[in-house]
């Protein structure tokens, strides 16, 4: 899993029929300060995130796949799972 901020939406106009009503955004990861960071993924959202959003993003094919579409077996390596409140550092 990581920590993502939701940077903007991908529009497809042709996808596999499995994502139909999915939204693919595109995210970049952050650090638990909320730092941008160099990586950056396409994740199919589960939550319904929107731009802006720190949000938790599962990158284990399984996971991805039956949390964005419901059903396991799609094509997906990495799913919106969760929209972030806060993060709390114990220091």
């Given at each position: 899993m990581l920590?993502?901020?939701?940077?903007?939406n991908v529009v497809a106009t042709q996808k596999n029929q499995r994502y139909e009503g999915s939204r693919i955004m595109l995210c970049r990861q952050i650090t638990p300060e909320g730092e941008?960071?160099?990586?950056t993924?396409?994740?199919?959202?589960?939550?319904?995130a929107g731009e802006g959003d720190v949000v938790i993003?599962?990158?284990e094919?399984?996971?991805?796949?039956?949390a964005?579409?419901?059903r396991?077996?799609?094509?997906?390596?990495s799913a919106i799972?969760?929209?972030v409140d806060y993060i709390d550092l114990l220091k």
């Open positions: 920590i993502a901020r939701v940077i903007g941008d960071m160099e990586y993924c396409l994740a199919l959202d589960a939550v319904d993003i599962a990158q094919g399984w996971s991805a796949s039956t964005a579409t419901g396991p077996g799609a094509a997906i390596d799972v969760g929209v």
